[in-house]
C-alpha cells in the first residue's frame, strides 16, 4: 500500500504543475523507493545521484549556517530537477522541464512532502 | 500602463506590458522565445553570450518574428486553460522587447484560438489531455506530415500537447489543433489516468546502518536494502560485480600493482 499511496502522490504532483515531467522518493541513502519517471530516466541511478547531491547540499547549509535544508535546484538548459529533503529519511526527486514554474512547483511540493512523509512513517 | 498582470489558475502566467502595449507574455504553459529558438537549434542556449560552433546566429529581426509568435501562443495557452484570478501590478521594470502588441489584438486573437481548437469534432485539452499513439497507427510513418510524425513519436501516454510543443519547439496551438485532427483520424488517442501499479511492497525506510553490515541482504523480506558504509551500491546488488570494480579502480590507482 505505500507504494501505492507514494506512486499516486507522484502522479497528483505531475497532473497539478504543469511542466513537472516525473518525480521519484528514495532513501537518504539513495536507493530507489517509487519513481514516475519518463522511459529514458534510469531511476535507480538518479536516486543515488540526487542523494550525493542532497548531503553535500546538507553540508553546505550546515557550514554556513543556514539551517534545515529545504531542497536544492539543478537547472540545465532543457530543465530542471529540484531535489527535497523528506525528513531525515527519504529524499523527492521532481524533473521538469524548461517551462516549469518554480514558484508553483515548491507551492504544490510543500504539501505533497508532508504526505509523503506521513506515509514513510507510517510504513515503519 | 506599465507593469505586470498576473494570471492565476492552470497554466496561468504573466503579461508584461509597458506603456500600455503587451512586450512579453510568459506561462509554463507554452514555450518562450528562447525555448522556441533554443529548442528547434536556431541559438545555443538562452543565456549563452558565445554561441557554440555551428550554432547561426539571429538577426534581431528574426528573434522579434519569434517574440510576437510566442505571445500570442502564450496568450492563447493562459486562456485556453483555467483563470482563477488576476493581479495587477502596476510600475517595475518590465522586460527588454521589441514594440510590443496592442493588448486587445492579442486577446482577441487568443480567443479566436480557442474558439477555433473547441470547434474541432475531437478538441483536446492541451494541458491535461495525455496522449497515446492509437492501436494499429504507425510511430514512422503513420502521421504523413511532419509534425504528425513528430507528435507519434513523443505520444507516450505522459505527455500533453503543452509538453509536445516544448519538445518540438512548436506553438501550443498548432500541436493542439494537430492532435485533435489525429485523434478524429484514429492515429491518436486519450491515456487512461494513471493508476498507481502494484508494486514494490510496502517497506519501511531504514536508517544508515552504523557499522558495515554483511547479512544486510538477507534481512526481512519486507525492508528496504541498506547501503554499507563505504560500499556503492546496495548490499544486495551484485557483490561480483562490485568486487570487480573495485579491483579496476585499485589498478588505477596504482598501475604498477
Known amino acids: ?124 | 500602463m506599465t507593469g505586470t498582470l498576473h494570471v492565476m489558475g492552470r497554466p496561468g502566467g504573466v503579461f508584461h506590458c509597458r506603456e500600455g502595449l503587451v512586450v512579453a507574455v510568459r506561462t509554463p504553459g507554452a514555450p518562450g522565445p528562447e525555448t522556441l529558438l533554443m529548442r528547434s537549434g536556431r541559438i545555443a542556449s538562452a543565456g549563452t553570450e558565445a554561441p557554440e560552433a555551428g550554432t547561426r546566429v539571429i538577426g534581431a529581426a528574426e528573434f522579434e518574428v519569434v517574440r510576437v509568435v510566442s505571445a500570442y501562443d502564450s496568450a492563447f495557452a493562459i486562456m485556453v486553460g483555467t483563470v482563477d484570478d488576476c493581479v495587477l501590478r502596476t510600475g517595475g521594470e518590465t522586460e527588454p522587447a521589441g514594440r510590443g502588441e496592442e493588448p486587445e489584438r492579442l486577446v482577441r486573437e487568443a480567443l479566436r484560438r480557442v474558439d477555433a481548437l473547441r470547434a474541432l469534432p475531437d478538441a483536446v485539452l492541451p494541458h491535461d489531455d495525455r496522449m497515446a499513439v492509437a492501436a494499429g497507427a504507425d510511430r514512422e510513418t503513420g502521421g504523413g506530415l511532419p509534425i504528425r510524425r513528430e507528435i507519434l513519436l513523443l505520444a507516450d501516454g505522459r505527455r500533453t500537447c503543452r509538453d509536445i510543443a516544448y519538445a518540438t519547439a512548436h506553438g501550443v496551438y498548432a500541436v493542439a489543433v494537430e492532435v485533435s485532427r489525429m485523434l478524429e483520424a484514429g492515429l491518436l488517442e486519450r491515456a487512461e489516468p494513471q493508476e498507481p501499479e502494484e508494486g514494490a511492497p510496502a517497506k519501511p525506510i531504514l536508517a544508515r546502518a552504523p557499522e558495515p553490515v554483511v547479512k544486510a541482504a538477507v534481512g526481512p523480506p519486507r525492508s528496504l536494502p541498506r547501503r554499507t558504509p563505504g560500499g556503492n551500491e546496495p548490499s544486495s546488488a551484485r557483490p561480483e560485480r562490485r568486487a570487480k570494480d573495485w579491483a579496476d579502480f585499485a589498478r588505477l590507482r596504482d598501475p604498477a600493482g
Open chain 1, 1 to 124: 500500500m505505500m507504494h501505492n499511496a507514494l506512486t499516486a502522490e507522484m502522479l497528483g504532483l505531475r497532473r497539478r504543475v504543469v511542466g513537472v515531467t516525473g518525480s521519484l522518493v528514495a532513501t537518504i541513502d539513495g536507493l530507489l523507493v517509487a519513481s514516475d519517471t519518463e522511459e529514458h530516466v534510469e531511476a535507480d541511478h538518479l536516486a543515488a545521484v540526487a542523494a550525493a547531491g542532497l548531503s553535500i547540499a546538507r553540508r553546505t547549509v550546515e557550514v554556513t549556517d543556514r539551517g534545515a535544508l529545504l531542497q536544492t535546484m539543478i537547472q540545465g538548459r532543457k530543465g530542471c530537477t529540484a531535489v527535497y529533503a523528506v525528513g531525515d529519511m527519504a529524499l523527492m526527486v521532481v524533473l521538469g522541464d524548461e517551462g516549469l514554474d518554480i514558484g508553483s512547483l515548491h507551492g504544490h511540493s510543500r504539501p505533497a512532502l508532508e504526505r509523503i512523509g506521513s506515509i514513510l512513517d507510517e510504513g515503519e
